[in-house]
């Protein structure tokens, strides 16, 4: 089992920065991706950024967030982060941490989720 917490949330103007952060514990050898997804008010969770953790940590986003929004991890902390710049009343959401993982089986695990309201 792999248990996420986020953190970092919260009320922002429009063309500011927020830092979420996920923490993961529990069975974490077993996790190879994590990221991070988002759902506003009536639209479906989407992609926002992952990255793998070993090797290199190769990352993927999406086209929303490409140039304002870096992912990064600390594996030492078992730790990743979204850093939010040049946000936009767009980018307002529940940002969910998201671990994908392999024991058996694939799994994956969901954190419980961090608003973010960005205010024009």
């Known amino acids: 089992q792999v248990q996420l917490v986020e953190s970092g949330g919260g009320l922002v103007q429009a063309g500011g920065s927020l830092r979420l952060s996920c923490a993961a514990s529990?069975?974490?050898?077993?996790?190879?991706?994590m990221g991070w997804y988002r759902q506003a008010p009536g639209k479906q969770r989407e992609l926002v950024a992952t990255?793998?953790?070993?090797?290199?940590?190769?990352?993927n986003y999406a086209d929303s967030v490409k140039g304002r929004f870096i992912i990064f991890r600390d594996n030492a902390k078992n730790t990743v982060y979204l850093q939010m710049n040049s946000l936009k009343p767009e980018d307002t959401a529940v940002y969910y941490c998201?671990?994908?993982?392999?024991?058996?089986?694939?799994?994956?695990?969901w954190g419980k989720g961090t608003l973010v309201t960005v205010s024009s």
């Open positions: 990255i793998s953790t070993g090797g290199g940590g190769s990352t």
């Open positions: 529990g069975s974490t050898f077993s996790i190879n991706a």
């Open positions: 998201n671990a994908q993982a392999k024991m058996v089986h694939a799994i994956e695990y």
